[in-house]
């Protein structure tokens, strides 16, 4: 368990320092969520922006997997 290599926490972390748009888009689409739970309307900013980053992550994935068969 104190392998760094192995441990669960440090891989956690390790993944979440690596990727830092999906960590912004994971906040930006849960509080969207949460504001169409309490059904309240989401600005038109917040929907632009969640369009923005997720076509990112979108682009983003389909670049690597182009460059991996290449």
């Known amino acids: 368990m ?5 441990n669960p926490f440090s ?3 390790k ?3 690596e ?3 999906g960590i912004i888009a994971i906040i ?3 509080s969207a969520c949460f504001l169409w739970l309490q059904e309240k ?3 038109d900013a917040l929907q632009n922006l969640i369009l923005i980053v997720v076509s990112f992550l979108f ?5 690597n997997n ?3 068969s290449a």
């Open 2 to 6: 104190r392998n760094p290599e192995t």
């Open 11 to 13: 891989l956690f972390f």
């Open 15 to 17: 993944a979440i320092s």
């Open 19 to 21: 990727n830092y748009a």
């Open 28 to 30: 930006l689409v849960g």
């Open 41 to 43: 309307t989401v600005p």
């Open 59 to 63: 682009g983003q994935k389909s670049k």
């Open 66 to 68: 182009q460059s991996e």
